[in-house]
């Protein structure tokens, strides 16, 4: 079955700072592989996504994500955060053999400090 | 993307009652999906509804608990059938994109039983 973790629950980060969001899958063959953004209130918008080709992934709002399968990984980063930044993190998986079905990692809170 | 309208937006009901929430796209699409994100938790799939099939529901998740309907290509109902203070959640739901895997969002119903 596939999954996924996301290792830190809270990062804190200074304004203008660089930001880096773990996330580690598991399952066998190659994943589709999602981050998606929730702010307060709000609901999911995706930020970026990985079907195959080029192992680094631009997306909106500057952020970019690499996949390594050596290292199961698919961590989401940006150059300088901006307080507008402040949400909840999800990391996703799906694949064909689950049925489309997507797998959430627990999320990662990310505050800005100003 | 497909644009999703999720309604309610929010409701506070008494236990033991049922409620029924809408998902309507701007586009028809083949398979939709409804999730729950618990309080502070991430989000966990309940079922998937493709139209003119009965829905295949995730292991926790019952039929008589939560009845789908999927009479068209463009609208889904989710009901949350008498109602328990557990019940408390977001409720979202999504369609397919790209691939077939769903990763457009509504903006969710936000639950409350009393």
């Known amino acids: 079955a596939q999954s996924v973790t996301q290792p830190d629950i809270h990062i804190t980060v200074s304004e203008g700072a660089s930001l880096e969001l773990r996330c580690n899958y598991s399952?066998?063959?190659?994943?589709?592989l999602f981050w998606y953004v929730q702010s307060p209130g709000q609901g999911l918008q995706l930020l970026l996504k990985?079907?195959?080709?080029?192992?680094l992934v631009q997306g909106i709002k500057g952020f970019e994500a690499e996949f390594k399968r050596s290292q199961s990984s698919f961590n989401l980063r940006k150059p300088s955060v901006h307080w507008s930044d402040a949400a909840e993190y999800f990391c996703?998986?799906?694949?064909?053999?689950?049925?489309?079905?997507?797998?959430f990692g627990g999320g990662t809170r990310v505050l800005v400090k100003p | 993307s497909a644009v999703i309208s999720q309604k309610p937006s929010r409701d506070i009901c008494q236990r033991g009652t049922s409620l029924t929430i809408q998902c309507q796209v701007d586009?028809?699409?083949?398979?939709m999906f409804w999730y729950r994100q618990q309080p502070g938790q991430s989000l966990t799939l309940i079922a998937t509804?493709?139209?003119?099939?009965?829905?295949?529901?995730e292991s926790g998740f019952v039929i008589d608990k939560f009845p789908i309907s999927r009479p068209n290509l463009t609208f889904s109902t989710l009901t949350v059938s008498n109602m328990s203070p557990e019940d408390s959640s977001i409720y979202l739901c999504?369609?397919?994109?790209?691939?077939?895997?769903?990763?457009?969002f509504g903006s969710g119903t936000r639950l409350t039983v009393v």
């Open positions: 999504s369609v397919e994109g790209q691939g077939g895997y769903g990763y457009t």
């Open positions: 399952y066998g063959a190659t994943p589709y």
């Open positions: 990985y079907f195959s080709g080029d192992t």
């Open positions: 996703a998986v799906g694949s064909k053999a689950a049925g489309n079905k997507l797998t």
């Open positions: 586009s028809q699409v083949t398979m």
């Open positions: 509804a493709n139209q003119g099939s009965e829905a295949t529901y």
